[in-house]
């Protein structure tokens, strides 16, 4: 099913008096912002380069906690599963990794592909005793990589460049260009299980899966969003 707020008439702008401005705001356009999952910390990723975090419960503007800078623009952020490290990744093809606990506030570098890097996540992997970060590029490649390593331990190659990506559980779902999404199990992490065209006509801006991994949400640049079951039979 495809909802479409231009096509009901519906408005989704609401009412936006009593909204806040943070403070210390990004220079340039803003590709993401990721919400820590502990604590009312918000991760911003921007064209500026930067990757900005903010203590949000300092209300009302919000306080800034952290920064780290790229030598490109910043596509994309996101949250280990503590709340601790916040990595980040852009244009000039490499990812970086800012750990809050430490008293270094300088961000490490973790990764690296041969075109920008659009979208980065920190995963749980089976087997694995530590988090994973796992890039998606423009090369056409996942790739999967432990903190205590410099090379990756595993990739995946697609067959477009990787718009988005997001994991749930032992699913890894991975958009694509052509409107392609792959579906990784991540206990064969190096393996596409299976390819799905997206229901929707124009390329794929972002995914996303319920709380349990059974359904995920697909969103295109023609302001459309589907949602699908991954077992086609819950359908019913």
Avoid at 220 to 229: K, L
Wanted: contains cysteine; neutral net charge.
């Amino acid at each position: 099913m495809a909802f479409n707020s231009a096509s009901t008439g519906v408005t989704n702008q609401g009412d936006i008096s009593k909204d806040v401005t943070l403070n210390n705001q990004p220079e340039d356009s803003i590709s993401e912002v990721s919400w820590s999952p502990v604590a009312n910390y918000l991760a911003v990723a921007s064209w500026d380069k930067a990757v900005r975090i903010y203590d949000i419960s300092h209300y009302p503007q919000g306080e800034g906690k952290a920064l780290f800078t790229l030598p490109g623009a910043a596509l994309s952020c996101g949250w280990s599963s503590d709340g601790t490290k916040v990595v980040g990744a852009g244009t000039d093809g490499s990812a970086r990794l800012i750990d809050l606990a430490s008293n270094n506030d300088q961000a490490q570098q973790i990764a690296q592909h041969d075109a920008p890097i659009r979208t980065v996540r920190m995963i749980q992997v089976p087997g694995s005793q530590s988090p994973i970060v796992v890039t998606g590029s423009w090369d056409r490649k996942v790739k999967y990589w432990d903190l205590r390593q410099s090379t990756p331990i595993g990739a995946v190659t697609c067959p477009e460049r990787i718009y988005a990506m997001e994991a749930s559980g032992n699913k890894l779902l991975i958009a694509t260009a052509d409107k392609n999404l792959a579906l990784v199990d991540l206990n064969q992490p190096t393996t596409i299980a299976r390819t799905i065209q997206s229901p929707l006509k124009h390329q794929t801006r972002a995914v996303s899966w319920i709380a349990n991994g059974t359904v995920y949400g697909v969103a295109s640049i023609e302001g459309r969003c589907a949602i699908n079951y991954v077992d086609e039979s819950n359908k019913k």
